[in-house]
T-cell receptor, first 113, second 115 residues
Framework: KAGVTQTPRYLIKTRGQQVTLSCSPI?????VSWYQQTPGQGLQFLFE???????NKGNFPGRFSGRQFSNSRSEMNVSTLELGDSALYLC????????????FGSGTRLTVV | DQQVKQNSPSLSVQEGRISILNCDYT??????FLWYKKYPAEGPTFLIS?????DKNEDGRFTVFLNKSAKHLSLHIVPSQPGDSAVYFC??????????????FGKGTHLIIQP
């Protein structure tokens, strides 16, 4: 079966711009979570969506937002980009909660210049 | 404050020997633990998990041990194979309200299997 698909794979944006990242989960998975990976902080939880509702949110500023559609696809938006937002953004889907074990996508590498 | 710590950034092990990756946590509310493996340019892959009601879980060559009193878990890989060379992440979760929060990850240990 198809895995978790993230688009685009690479993105370069200018400071102050906004960006939207997309994630298509594995068919049948209703939970989609987003993580930011940086060399200094490792993998950090952004938020989780389940059945179109944000169920949990990590400790990130309000510039980071997301949504989930009725087909479970999810988008993540970052407004007013800062240099420190440069990171690998990983989407993960699971049948239920994180304890079922996520399936991660390959990520979107965002570079802010 | 890092709640999940992997104190060894890298570990080198001879092929065929045992690899032991360690992880410590500080949050006593964590009750579920997972290990993920990551190759370059790919997302992490779920390996094995353990609930806090157990102290050991095995899956083929992989065994995870949990010592709740020490807030310590370890992943044993026996025997180690070249394809095991990757970054290994320890992760933990706690149940809150109606569901689990996101996972809290350690910063990873780069395992290198030497031929």
């Amino acid at each position: 079966k198809a895995g978790v698909t993230q688009t685009p794979r690479y993105l370069i944006k200018t400071r102050g711009q906004q960006v939207t990242l997309s994630c298509s989960p594995i068919s049948g998975h209703r939970s989609v979570s987003w993580y930011q990976q940086t060399p200094g902080q490792g993998l950090q939880f952004l938020f989780e969506y389940f059945s179109e509702t944000q169920r949990n949110k990590g400790n990130f500023p309000g510039r980071f937002s997301g949504r989930q559609f009725s087909n479970s696809r999810s988008e993540m938006n970052v407004s007013t980009l800062e240099l420190g937002d440069s990171a690998l953004y990983l989407c993960a889907s699971s049948f239920g909660t994180a304890n079922y074990g996520y399936t991660f996508g390959s990520g979107t590498r965002l570079t802010v210049v | 404050d890092q709640q999940v710590k992997q104190n060894s950034p890298s570990l080198s092990v001879q092929e065929g020997r045992i690899s032991i990756l360690n992880c410590d946590y500080t949050n006593s509310m964590f009750d579920y633990f997972l290990w993920y493996k990551k190759y370059p340019a790919e997302g992490p892959t779920f390996l094995i998990s353990i609930s806090s009601i157990k102290d050991k879980n095995e899956d083929g060559r992989f065994t995870v041990f949990l010592n709740k009193s020490a807030k310590h878990l370890s992943l044993h890989i026996v025997p180690s194979q070249p394809g095991d060379s990757a970054v290994y992440f320890c992760a933990a979760s706690e149940w809150s309200g109606g569901g689990a929060d996101g996972l809290t990850f350690g910063k990873g240990t780069h395992l290198i299997i030497q031929p």
